[in-house]
């Protein structure tokens, strides 16, 4: 690990400020990432600016009726929150299902939306990676792909996004609240919070140098049936080859997100009308213009199939 100036920010604004005064700075919290890639020198910040004790922590209802989640709540608490398991039950198990306990106990709700890829070519330092070196080209192209994208990808990258949150936050349509340098907030869709590869994978999200993330805010409960089912080579503290987060009416009606297929939370309103019609006939218009590689083309199948059996919970 390389040598850095450390400071603790008194306000979120003094905090985004800082940020962006000073080149090479990162946010830590919890650090649950941050810290793995310090250490294998991918990500070599030359200052941190500790954001754990700005009151961000907080689950608090909002006046029209959703919650607003503070950047700093821990999963822990978000996934058990009274609330969060009755009103966004998709939320919590999507919560649960991801990493392990230890983890969601240090794991903060915005550094869980910005945490990296898990891509093994990314982890490997002696490989081309155009998410670690932009311009040194993809390993994963041509190499082994089992894990990676079907959809969304570029000549440039083929990562998966690694979190069940984010699936569970882009059914439910929140916002992430966030703050920049100038003091100034805004309201990001979650829709629009991760980017696409492109021919730039190295810039992951749609925040501007120094922004933080505040909170994130979900509407008014909508109902229904609630179901996360993920789908892995064994049964825990593994990523995804497939998450399906479905909210399922009783009319059969919903909405649907997936993970494990593309650089980010993978949702098409359009497809999910036809969610009365079945998995298949939403599959092929979500996965519409999939290009997955000869390792992993069992995954557009195997969305069919976990959506399938997700239906057919939501039926029982």
């Not at 991918?42 to 009726?65: F, Q, Y």
């Not at 730039?200 to 805010?217: D, K, N, Q, S």
Request: proline content about 6%.
């Amino acid at each position: 690990m390389k040598s850095f100036t450390y400071e603790r920010a008194n306000s979120p604004t003094e905090a985004a400020a800082a940020a962006a005064r000073i080149k090479g700075a990162k946010f830590i919290a919890g650090g649950t990432n941050l810290l793995d890639l310090m250490k294998l020198q991918i990500e070599t910040p030359m200052h941190l600016i500790d954001v754990n004790s700005l009151a961000l922590d907080k689950i608090e209802a909002t006046p029209e009726g959703g919650l607003r989640i503070g950047a700093l709540v821990r999963n822990t608490d978000l996934a058990a929150d009274e609330r969060v398991r009755r009103d966004y039950g998709l939320l919590s198990r999507a919560l649960l299902a991801g990493a392990s306990g230890q983890l969601r106990n240090k794991a903060t709700t915005a550094g869980n939306l910005l945490q990296r890829t898990r891509c093994p070519y990314f982890y490997d330092t002696n490989q081309p990676c155009n998410k670690r070196q932009p311009g040194s080209g993809c390993s994963a192209i041509g190499g082994f792909s089992r894990q990676h994208a079907v959809i969304g990808s570029s000549e440039a990258c083929i990562a998966t996004h690694p979190s069940d949150m984010a699936i569970a936050m882009r059914a439910l349509d929140a916002l992430v609240e966030t703050v920049r340098p100038d003091g100034t907030t805004r309201n990001i869709p979650v829709a629009e919070f991760h980017s696409l590869p492109g021919d730039t994978p190295h810039i992951e999200t749609t925040l501007t140098p120094g922004e933080l993330i505040t909170a994130v805010t979900l509407p008014k409960p909508i109902g229904g049936k609630h179901i996360y089912r993920k789908v892995r080579d064994r049964a825990s503290y593994a990523f995804a080859l497939v998450s399906v987060g479905a909210i399922v009416q009783p009319d059969g009606t919903g909405r649907v997100a997936v993970g494990g297929v593309a650089h980010k939370p993978w949702r098409s309103e359009a497809a999910e009308s036809d969610l009365p019609k079945g998995a298949k006939a939403v599959t092929e218009q979500l996965l519409a213009g999939a290009r997955p590689t000869s390792d992993n083309a069992f995954k557009v199948t195997l969305v069919e199939r976990t959506l399938g059996a997700v239906l057919d919970e939501a039926r029982s």
